[in-house]
């Protein structure tokens, strides 16, 4: 059996302190922040995509997936694996599984990224609205 549960009020932690005080010996307990928001998701693929339209990076374009994997890189290093060409294949980077506040990082390294090669982040919605 599995249980999960969000402590964001005091009746959710008595809740909590109620589970683990009948939980069968045996049971494990992992406690972790929840995963990045629907409105935090949206904005990192509305900035990536201004990256992706705005920038060319050393001669080329790069679509988002590439920027997202480009980002993940400069927020965790990496670990790569030989391709079969000979080159280096990155691995194990998914932004689903970054918290909230590891997904705010990601974003202030997006946005400082942007600033230092001149992409505009705002989308055409946010122009509007500062105008």
């Given amino acids: 059996m599995r249980w999960q549960l969000t402590i964001n009020s005091h009746k959710a932690r ?3 302190l109620e589970w683990i005080s009948k939980a069968p010996w ?12 629907v409105p935090q998701n949206d904005r990192m693929w509305a900035m990536l995509s201004a990256v992706s339209t705005q920038l060319v990076w050393h001669g080329q374009r790069y679509d988002t997936d590439a920027w997202k994997d480009f980002f993940m890189h400069m927020l965790h290093g990496g670990r790569f694996m030989p391709a079969e060409d000979g080159g280096m294949v990155p691995i194990g ?11 705010s990082l990601l974003q202030e390294i997006i946005e400082g990224f942007a600033e230092r090669h001149g992409v505009d982040l705002m989308a055409p919605n946010e122009k509007d609205q500062a105008a």
């Fill in 93 to 103: 980077r998914h932004t689903s599984k970054l918290g909230k506040q590891e997904h």
């Fill in 26 to 37: 045996g049971y494990r307990l992992t406690l972790q922040e929840t995963k990045r928001t």
């Fill in 14 to 16: 008595q809740t909590a």
